[in-house]
């Protein structure tokens, strides 16, 4: 067995480079500031902006990785073409077409934004125009456009962000500006990536790349083609995996406490076998034999755990832990577990 890469055989349609980001075909990504899979720069910073030269090499001194850079003007283009990975068309100036000409023909690909004074159909109009000069090198962004500098950004139109999507085949962006609270309905929306500001709270980086990563599992259908992709894959599934996988132990554990016999005590096998039987529905390649032992094992983790926990609070010695799990005699946890009394 080799871990070698299989030749891409398939054409992606309507994906687009973004430096070392392939935008639509993989995994949804970030982009905005630190922590963000491509930074952000803006060079239409409201007090005072800094010069071109310094913003980009600050920027590309700290960073590797992609980088998509919002002109001011014409006159930070041939920086920008020299240093950035792209160019984002901010919403605030999709009607400057002399600058939107200009930005076409750098060769580097395009992100076109929309803001609330843009119509769907401009929106779309300049995305083609780019496309056209830019060589199909476009990309849609809906919403987190700020009309003046300084002002607030505006939120994304998730339904007409997947209508443009659909119609143009092309990526398309959910601009989210500093507010995360839309990046998973975003990304189930079926954003290709969330746009950020170029300095978000830490917070908001984080809960972005949460959504992209747990709700992307859930959502996005993705074909990698080589073991680095496919590895990548399964660590998002991994992570939505783990979310509920804590979620189920904690409401497990409120079975535990609601039962008149709670813990293994109390164990339903029938229950189970059901539980089991209903996943099968929703995993037919594993299917109920192979299911069986992978959900005797979450429940019987969700158990000990409501045990150990009932043995903290109940100020006794803890039984069932991972330390009882972990000397071979696990399974039979239930056998050596005193039965748990008549808690309502
Ligand atoms: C949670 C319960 O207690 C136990 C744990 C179960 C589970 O984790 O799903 C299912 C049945 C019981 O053996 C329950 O009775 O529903």
Redesign the pocket.
């Known amino acids: 067995m080799s871990l070698t890469v299989r030749p891409a055989a398939r054409a992606r349609r309507g994906t687009v480079r973004l430096g070392t980001l392939e935008l639509g075909g993989g995994p949804a990504v970030v982009i905005g500031g630190p922590g963000a899979d491509a930074r952000l720069v803006d060079l239409r910073a409201p007090h005072g902006r800094p010069i071109t030269a310094e913003a980009l090499s600050a920027v590309r001194g700290a960073w590797a990785g992609p980088v998509l850079v919002e002109p001011s003007g014409s006159d930070d283009l041939p920086r920008i073409a020299a240093t950035a990975d792209g160019v984002l068309v901010g919403a605030a100036w999709t009607r400057d077409l002399r600058l939107v000409r200009a930005v076409s023909r750098l060769g580097l690909p395009v992100v076109v934004q929309r803001g609330p004074a843009t119509s769907a159909e401009e929106w779309l109009a300049v995305a083609d125009y780019c496309a056209a000069e830019a060589g199909e090198k476009v990309v849609l962004c809906e919403g987190g456009g700020r009309g003046r500098p300084g002002a607030a950004a505006a939120p994304p139109d998730l339904a007409l962000m997947r209508a443009a999507g659909e119609r143009s085949g092309r990526p398309v962006l959910a601009g989210l500006g500093g507010d995360p609270s839309l990046a998973a309905a975003a990304v189930a929306a079926g954003a290709d990536g969330l746009l950020l500001a170029p300095d978000p709270a830490p917070e908001t980086t984080a809960a972005a790349q949460e959504a992209v990563r747990v709700i992307g599992a859930l959502t996005r259908r993705e074909e990698p083609d080589s073991v680095l992709a496919a590895r990548g894959a399964i660590d998002r599934v991994d992570a939505a995996l783990a979310v509920l996988l804590e979620r189920?132990?904690e409401?497990?554990g409120?079975?535990?406490r609601l039962?008149p016999v709670?813990g293994?005590a109390?164990?339903?096998?029938e229950?189970?076998r059901r539980?089991v039987a209903e996943m099968a529905r929703r995993a037919p390649s594993l299917g109920e034999a192979r299911l069986a032992p992978i959900?005797n094992a979450?429940?019987e983790a969700?158990?000990h755990l409501a045990e150990e926990r009932r043995a903290r609070e109940a100020g006794g010695p803890e039984r069932g832990g991972p330390c009882a799990a972990a000397d071979g005699h696990g399974e039979e946890e239930g056998g050596r577990t005193p039965r748990a009394g008549k808690r309502a």
């Open positions: 189920r132990a409401l497990a409120t079975v535990q039962k709670g293994f109390g164990r339903d096998m229950r189970e539980l959900m979450v429940i969700g158990l």
